[in-house]
């Protein structure tokens, strides 16, 4: 486990950090509360173009298709996305997710995220399901984070790291099952608890640490 000294360190840079923390995190329960279901497919979107590239890129990645998102074809948002994202084709990620929501769900997303009762189903629906292209279980934590859901570890590369310098973690390098994800999660739970901050709190921390400014 992580040495004291290091542990000060971090509760240091929290007490530093925590008022930007947590307007963000406020920001993210505001897009729950007012139920906009375009907004959350937006989040949606915004985390499939992050994967492997990082949220700059899939904020601004985003804020070219925005206009066009609910209704464009694949080549349409490609276009759009040529550019500006290392991988314009996520569109053919993005498009496909679009219409499964659509038909099956009517895009309905905040009753649908809602209508789970156990948060790790909830979860791996958008992680595991078949019919959503690109996410994952950290980028599903991620969107689910980003739109107010609470209690979910995003363990992208740089938390994972943080995590493994904080000796919380034996490996630096992110969880490649299931299994393993859960395990670290846990692990990052209880780390959570033992500072006495919420694990999204820490998460953005720990990123934070990383990178120099708190995520999106």
């Not at 905040?110 to 791996?124: I, T, Y």
């Not at 995003?154 to 390098?173: C, E, F, H, Q, W």
Request: aromatic share 8%; glycine share 4%.
């Amino acid at each position: 486990m992580a040495s004291s000294k290091k542990v000060e360190e971090l509760q240091a840079l929290y007490a530093e950090r925590k008022d930007i923390i947590k307007a963000q995190l406020n920001e993210f329960v505001q897009v729950h509360q007012n139920a906009d279901d375009r907004r959350i497919f937006e989040e949606l979107a915004f985390c499939i173009l992050t994967s492997a590239v990082g949220p700059k890129v899939g904020a601004k990645s985003l804020e070219a298709i925005k206009d066009i998102l609910l209704e464009a074809s694949p080549e349409e948002l490609e276009e759009r996305l040529t550019g500006i994202h290392k991988y314009p084709e996520k569109a053919y990620y993005i498009v496909p997710t679009r219409e499964y929501l659509k038909n099956e769900y009517g895009l309905k997303l905040s009753d649908l995220v809602n209508s789970f009762n156990d948060p790790l189903e909830r979860r791996e629906f958008f992680a595991l399901n078949k019919d959503i292209k690109g996410l994952g279980l950290t980028q599903a934590s991620h969107f689910l984070r980003n739109i107010g859901i609470k209690g979910y570890a995003i363990l992208d590369r740089n938390v994972v790291r943080s995590l493994y310098d904080l000796r919380v973690l034996d490996n630096p390098k992110p969880p490649t099952t299931k299994k393993k994800y859960l395990e670290a999660e846990e692990k990052m739970k209880d780390f959570a608890s033992e500072l006495s901050i919420e694990i999204e709190e820490l998460d953005m921390l720990l990123w934070s640490m990383k990178t120099g400014h708190i995520p999106k």
